[in-house]
T-cell receptor, first 119, second 111 residues
Framework: GAVVSQHPSWVICKSGTSVKIECRSL??????MFWYRQFPKQSLMLMAT?????????EQGVEKDKFLINHASLTLSTLTVTSAHPEDSSFYIC???????????????FGPGTRLLVL | GEDVEQSLFLSVREGDSSVINCTYT??????LYWYKQEPGAGLQLLTY?????DMKQDQRLTVLLNKKDKHLSLRIADTQTGDSAIYFC???????????FGSGTRLQVQP
């Protein structure tokens, strides 16, 4: 249980194009999903919190017009990198909160990540 | 703000025990986690501990929490080459919900 998928797993695009990344909770519903960004050999940095049916909450320094987040259903959140540039190249990871066995507090389960390379 | 720190690298021989350490600053941390990340992959939840616990054991994994010193450790017994990965500790509190991650510790297991 608590499987999170991401699509695509990797993408190469030209500078100036937009890229959409999907995050799905496969066997559970997630009212809240999180989007993280990871640069090589670095830790995960939270970009935004995606809430189903409402606007995403962005972390300081993350441009909401650049990284569009849509959480249209309880099992799907999308991150669109608009007008991508080479500095947007990174590993993007989503997570979804679920109630793990034996826990009363939801914990986060992570997708496999999407590697974006902008040429 | 919240801060979580880890040593960057640990090398052990196969069969030995590995101990990965983590310190955090947020005294309101309620839940602490250990995640494993293999190259090019997402994060796998290994284990977790509540702040009102001192120790948790799960097969080869032992988590120790010193809440007074805000110190968390992960011990892997009988370390195998398949344990080579980056290990992240993370914390959250009930109010914040998002995770704050450490920088990750790269574990290298020598055959």
């Amino acid at each position: 249980g608590a499987v999170v998928s991401q699509h695509p797993s990797w993408v190469i695009c030209k500078s100036g194009t937009s890229v959409k990344i999907e995050c799905r909770s496969l066997d559970f519903q997630a009212t809240t999903m999180f989007w993280y960004r990871q640069f090589p050999k670095q830790s995960l940095m939270l970009m935004a919190t995606s809430n189903e049916g409402s606007k995403a909450t962005y972390e300081q320094g993350v441009e909401k017009d650049k990284f569009l987040i849509n959480h249209a259903s309880l099992t799907l959140s999308t991150l669109t990198v608009t007008s991508a540039h080479p500095e947007d190249s990174s590993f993007y990871i989503c997570s979804a909160r679920a109630l793990a066995p034996g826990l009363v507090q939801e914990t986060q389960y992570f997708g496999p990540g999407t590697r974006l390379l902008v040429l | 703000g919240e801060d979580v720190e880890q040593s960057l690298f640990l090398s052990v021989r196969e069969g030995d025990s590995s101990v990965i350490n983590c310190t955090y600053t947020d005294s309101s941390s309620t839940y602490l986690y250990w995640y494993k990340q293999e190259p090019g992959a997402g994060l796998q939840l290994l284990t977790y501990i509540f702040s009102n616990m001192d120790m948790k054991q799960d097969q080869r994994l032992t988590v120790l929490l010193n809440k007074k010193d805000k110190h968390l450790s992960l011990r892997i017994a009988d370390t195998q080459t398949g344990d080579s990965a980056i290990y992240f500790c993370a914390e959250t509190d009930t109010g914040r919900r998002a995770l704050t991650f450490g920088s990750g510790t790269r574990l290298q297991v020598q055959p």
